[in-house]
């Protein structure tokens, strides 16, 4: 069993910047691609960007593209999600999730995803 704890959520205003963090507890962190997915009341739970196991590549959903950064340490078995540019739309809750994979392909659908955090809320004010 994987736990995932995300933390960095927060309020800020439009433009601002926030860095999400998570840390799963998975000793074979490298064997798990990871993922950032949000949901906003009232609506599905979406990806928002995807990174493969080594770190070579990366997903982002279009809504995000060129304001949010994924990364990944496999040395301190973290990932991180760097967003600029925040905009109220941007205003959900936010959650990590791990993939166990054996392919080096970045995982974009969530039913392929094996262990979820709690999700951490983030609040973009006009």
């Known amino acids: 069993q994987v736990q995932l704890v995300e933390s960095g959520g927060g309020l800020v205003q439009a433009g601002g910047s926030l860095r999400l963090s998570c840390a799963p507890s998975?000793?074979?962190?490298?064997?798990?691609?990871m993922g950032w997915f949000r949901q906003a009341p009232g609506k599905e739970r979406d990806i928002v960007a995807g990174?493969?196991?080594?770190?070579?590549?990366?997903y982002y959903a279009n809504s995000v593209k060129g304001r949010f950064t994924i990364s990944r340490d496999n040395a301190k078995n973290t990932v991180h999600l760097q967003m600029n540019s925040l905009k109220p739309e941007d205003t959900a809750v936010y959650y990590c999730?791990?993939?166990?994979?054996?392919?080096?392909?970045?995982?974009?659908?969530?039913?392929?995803?094996?262990?979820w955090g709690q999700g951490t809320q983030v609040t973009v004010s006009s």
């Open positions: 998975a000793r074979t962190f490298s064997r798990y691609a």
């Open positions: 999730a791990a993939a166990r994979r054996i392919r080096p392909d970045v995982v974009v659908t969530s039913q392929e995803y094996d262990y």
């Open positions: 990174i493969n196991l080594s770190g070579g590549a990366t």
